[in-house]
């Protein structure tokens, strides 16, 4: 499996910008399907964006126009670009991978390699 690293969480105002990035290790995932999931305590673990094996990107709902999944294949690197940010945004940010994924590319199960999460933190 590939390993993957998240970096980029921190304190942001509300409104203001922050980019998280997943570097991945050990393979070259150029092909995989890649996520964005986030997490509150005792909370499920809620989609993102993705971008598909096909390159096409689906975003959920409540970041669409404001989120921005992207990657660097030559750097091995998956990004989100996350502007106009909301304290309801306040969450642990996990990116996903997996080999085959084709469809249900939303459900977190689905996905065999995870990144250990980076805190993003909206203040009002």
């Known amino acids: 499996q590939v390993q993957l690293v998240e970096s980029g969480g921190g304190l942001v105002q509300a409104g203001g910008p922050l980019r998280l990035s997943c570097a991945a290790f050990?393979?070259?995932?150029?092909?995989?399907?890649r996520a964005w999931f986030r997490q509150l305590p005792g909370k499920e673990r809620e989609f993102v964006a993705a971008?598909?094996?096909?390159?096409?990107?689906v975003y959920a709902d409540s970041v669409k126009g404001r989120f921005t999944v992207s990657r660097d294949n030559a750097k091995n690197t998956l990004y989100l670009q996350m502007n106009s940010l909301k304290p309801e945004d306040t969450a642990v940010y996990y990116c996903?991978?997996?080999?085959?994924?084709?469809?249900?590319?939303?459900?977190?199960?689905?996905?065999?390699?995870w990144g250990q999460g980076t805190q993003v933190t909206v203040s009002s």
């Open positions: 996903a991978a997996d080999p085959s994924l084709e469809v249900l590319i939303k459900v977190p199960r689905n996905y065999g390699s």
């Open positions: 050990g393979r070259t995932f150029s092909s995989y399907a």
């Open positions: 971008i598909r094996r096909s390159g096409t990107t």
